[in-house]
């Protein structure tokens, strides 16, 4: 499992990998990392794909809000 921990527009959030296609969001809830967020991407290769692939999440996420 590999995770990031990001600050996106103020928010501590950490992006959570399985190293296989599963991706979670999470924020940090009573001292705990809850997820929120869900989703999957088949053929993912390395750490720099997947990092890429929160990013693009982000990005999109980010952009439905404006």
Known sequence: ???WELEIEGQHIRA???ESATFN???PV???WVD????TVYGVESDQEALECVMEMIQEHLSEET
Request: hydrophobic share 30%.
């Open 36 to 39: 929120y967020h869900w989703w």
């Open 16 to 18: 959570e990998w399985n």
């Open 30 to 32: 009573g001292g705990h």
């Open 25 to 27: 969001m999470q924020q």
């Open 1 to 3: 499992m590999k995770h």
